[in-house]
């Protein structure tokens, strides 16, 4: 099994709303990824985080802020986003263990449309 | 630099093979990857080269790899229609929590 789902798969919200993108996978990995992706154009890493620790931040700015609760689950809490923020969401998972071929599987993706 | 390059798009007829190349710029890449998108969906891994081998073969997918140019290719015989998507080459670089770098994206349209 190498699912990774998302919730929710469109989420529409005003630049004021507060709401929070949802990853979950059951594969054992201990690595987890958010990515952005405008349309036409390659993902872009946001965040890592390795053992539900936070590795990498790619200079995201603070109205994005992540959360591992446990090794299954990743959240991403949106708060006073900006219309340019509109794109696809993608949450990735990898074993991040080493001695594993480390890929990253993806997830659906949540379309996130910003008003 | 971190810039991987693609051709933007690819037009076959369906039958024939598709070759989808990438440049990629890491010469420390340990694997390298190919994705599919189908649109409005999120990527599916098609399959990854370590940076040691030439060549790998996946049914229908055949993987080359020219480390000395940094040149990859993915070559998919018998293109169907199902096969029209974007498709991402990758990079990784790091350790194990690798950070991939991905091309431009090739958008591959198979006309019947």
């Known amino acids: 099994d190498t699912e990774v789902t998302q919730t929710p798969k469109h989420l529409v919200m005003g630049m004021t709303n507060k709401k929070s993108l949802k990853c979950e996978q059951h594969m054992g990995h201990r690595a987890m990824y958010w990515y952005k992706q405008k349309a036409k154009k390659p993902p872009e890493l946001m965040f890592v985080?390795?053992?539900?620790?936070?590795?990498i931040n790619e200079s995201v700015p603070s109205r994005f802020s992540p959360e591992c609760p446990n090794s299954s689950l990743l959240n991403l809490h949106l708060h006073a986003l900006q219309p340019e923020d509109s794109a696809l969401y993608l949450c990735a998972s990898s074993h991040g263990t080493s001695g594993f071929t480390d890929t990253q599987y993806f997830g659906p993706g949540t379309r996130l449309t910003v008003l | 630099g971190e810039d991987v390059e693609q051709s933007l798009f690819l037009s076959v007829r369906e039958g024939d093979s598709s070759v989808i190349n990438c440049t990629y710029t890491d010469s420390s890449s340990t694997y390298l990857y190919w994705y599919k998108q189908e649109p409005g969906a999120g990527l599916q891994l098609l399959t990854y080269?370590?940076?040691?081998?030439d060549m790998k073969q996946d049914q229908r997918l055949t993987v080359l790899l020219n480390k000395k140019d940094k040149h990859l290719s993915l070559r998919i015989a018998d293109t169907q229609t199902g096969d029209s998507a974007i498709y991402f080459c990758?990079?990784?670089?790091?350790?194990?929590?690798?950070?991939?770098?991905f091309g431009t994206g090739t958008l591959l349209a198979v006309q019947p």
């Open positions: 080269i370590f940076s040691n081998m």
């Open positions: 990758a990079e990784s670089i790091g350790g194990a929590t690798n950070k991939l770098i």
């Open positions: 985080y390795s053992y539900e620790k936070l590795s």
